[in-house]
């Protein structure tokens, strides 16, 4: 129950909550009101960086989300020119995440990093489709344990996001809902696959490492 109330929060909020305190002692010097309205803002830092523990299926022959959020899009797509995929044909699922979603990334299936790249770019509305071509993202082409088939898995910054955090390394191994990385504020992750039914909706709402999006 603690840590439902109280969970972890990801190293990358530290600074970001400690100035929240900092400021909050000082408004609430001069003003209670504006004191209480800062008491919110910190409490609202504090839950944006959360990174509770999340408990995948453990079978890889399904693709659990990698972000919380809103399923935007469900379309048929080429692959990523950057990573050299632009002839073949995947099926992506887009999931926005707006500010009040918890903004910690997970891999969606076993598998081996077997390329990340990263590209600078503007910083859209996330939820717009064009995002996914102008805005700064950063690539990770990963291959499944269970039959080597490449995932790819898109973090895309969005209209006041600034950072896109990689926590992983190429050539790393990972288990199904391990944490990938984490984007500050408002985005969007993209995950495109192959020979998968999809199983999620559009318009669902989704929980990274947990809900299942394809099988």
């Known amino acids: 129950m603690f ?10 909020g530290y600074k970001f909550l400690a100035i929240s305190i900092l400021i909050t002692f000082v408004v609430l010097f001069f003003s209670k009101f504006l004191g209480f309205i800062s008491i919110l803002i910190t409490v609202w830092v504090y839950y944006f960086f959360r990174d509770p523990e999340r408990f995948p299926i453990n079978d890889d022959t399904y693709l659990v989300s990698p972000a919380d959020g809103l399923i935007t899009d469900i379309s048929e797509r080429s692959g990523p020119e950057e990573l050299r995929l632009e002839n073949t044909t995947y099926t992506k699922v887009s999931v926005f995440m707006n500010v009040f979603n918890c903004h910690v990334n997970r891999i969606p299936t076993s598998g081996k990093i077997d390329e990340i790249y990263y590209k600078p770019g503007k910083f859209l509305n996330a939820s717009l489709d064009k ?85």
């Open 3 to 12: 840590n439902t109330i109280f969970p972890k929060i990801h190293k990358e």
């Open 131 to 215: 995002a996914s071509d102008e805005n700064e993202r950063n690539y990770y082409k990963i291959k499944s344990k269970q039959n080597s088939e490449e995932i790819i898995i898109v973090q895309i910054a969005g209209l006041i996001a600034r950072r896109i955090v990689c926590e992983v390394e190429q050539g790393q191994e990972l288990k199904q809902g391990d944490r990938i990385g984490m984007i500050r504020f408002g985005s969007r992750v993209d995950i495109y696959f192959k020979n998968k039914k999809v199983l999620a909706k559009l318009g669902q709402n989704v929980i990274a490492g947990e809900s299942i999006i394809a099988s």
